[in-house]
Each structure stands twice: as C-alpha cells, then as structure tokens.
C-alpha cells in the first residue's frame, strides 16, 4: 500500500492558463474523488468515480473543469482558463467498496493551486 | 444544505493536557469520521464509528458516537506537541451509496510544549 499519490504538489499559473492535475489511487481501490479545499475550510466534494464511470459531480464543478478516470486506474483533473478563484488545495481520495456501503477515505497530499 | 458544525475552530492547550471537541448536524448521520490534517499534507483518518452510542479508541484519541445520531466527539488525552494540526469531523451523505464525504470546518489545535 503505497497510498494515494498526487501530482505535482504545488502549481502556479496565471490566470486563463489550463492545469492538468493527476492522481494515482491506492490500487485495489475502485472508487476516486476529487475534493477541494480554501484555507480556514474542510474538503468539499467536487466528483467521484467508481472504476471508469464518473457517477456524481458538484454544482461547484463548474463547466471549466473536467476529470477523467480512462482505465478505471489514475485519474486527472483539469482546470481551463485558469481564475483567482480556482487557488485552493484540491485532494484526491481513494476508498473500496466494501458490503458495509461506506469506507473511509484515504486522502492524497493535494496539489495546491496559486492562480496569480 | 447538509452541514457539520465543529466546535470549538481553535484552541491552545499546554503539552499534557486533554482535549474534546466535537461535531454537530441538523441531521442524522450513519457514520461518523475524524480526520487530522497535518500543514501542507491531506487528511489521514483516525477513527471510523459505525453505530450509535459507538466508542472507540486508538490510542490516546477516544470518538464517541451520539445517540442521536446528529453528533461525535473527539478527545485527545495527555496531548503531545504532534498533536498539533487541524481535526475534520466527516461524514457520509445520508442515503448516499457513493461515499461522498461532508466535512466540518475543523478544529485547529495547538500544543504548548
């Protein structure tokens, strides 16, 4: 168990600039999501994913972001035309399903996103 | 919309001292878990309580599961300077199969050593 790994740690860009974020899950896990997190905040939940099938996204996903999961392994979130209010912490989290119908989730260490 | 209130947001406390806090909703929740967040770093799980009047422990942490339903409480006995970082009480949308979490605002502790 080599945990949830995220790539890059840290990203600055300037606004109208796209991001492209990846995340590698625990492997035997089947479910990933994507949470966001502002400074003073807990993680909010933007999408979730079990195996490839993208099957829940947040009104705060806004049309300028996309998350892909091809092969039902990594997965990547992109930001387009970058804004100020995109700068935030985003986390990857991974967990399996399991016959009690909630698991835990185990969380990456973010990319934190300055948007200048 | 579905929220978890943390109280207290802060608190400093000198090395060896107890801790509590605690987590509350308007509505009924299945699961409970607490999460610390160390600076710079993603959550990492503590506790996991699955039935109410639950209470469990790992180590010198002890969660305790409402009979409610609508609360949880943390404490942290004979804290040490580690224990520092932020403590997220979370928990599963209720009749949600997929797993989303809704997290509280969290409880910032910090230890005096």
């Known amino acids: 168990d080599t945990g949830v790994s995220q790539n890059p740690r840290h990203k600055i860009t300037k606004r109208g600039q796209n991001v492209t974020f990846r995340c590698d899950p625990i492997s035997e896990h089947n479910r990933l999501y994507w949470y966001r997190q502002t400074l003073g905040q807990g993680p909010e939940f933007l999408t979730y994913?079990?195996?490839?099938?993208?099957?829940?996204k947040s009104r705060l996903l806004s049309d300028r972001f996309s998350a892909e999961r091809p092969k039902g392994s990594f997965s990547t979130l992109e930001i387009q035309r970058t804004e100020q209010g995109d700068s935030a912490m985003y986390l990857c989290a991974s967990s399996p399903r399991t016959a009690r119908g909630h698991s835990p989730l185990h969380f990456g260490n973010g990319t934190r996103l300055t948007v200048t | 919309g579905q929220q978890l209130n943390q109280s207290p947001q802060s608190m400093f406390i000198q090395e060896g001292e107890d801790v509590s806090m605690n987590c509350t909703s308007s509505?009924?929740?299945?699961?409970w878990l607490w999460y610390k967040q160390d600076p710079g770093e993603g959550p990492v799980l503590l506790i996991a309580l699955y039935k109410a009047g639950e209470l469990t422990s790992n180590g010198r942490l002890t969660a305790q599961f409402g009979i409610t339903r609508k609360d949880s409480f943390l404490n942290i006995s004979a804290s040490i300077p580690s224990d520092v970082g932020i403590y997220f009480c979370?928990?599963?949308?209720?009749?949600?199969?997929?797993?989303?979490?809704?997290f509280g605002q969290g409880t910032e502790l910090s230890v005096k050593p």
């Open positions: 509505s009924i929740f299945n699961t």
């Open positions: 994913f079990q195996n490839e099938a993208q099957l829940e």
């Open positions: 979370a928990g599963p949308y209720p009749n949600n199969q997929g797993g989303k979490l809704i």
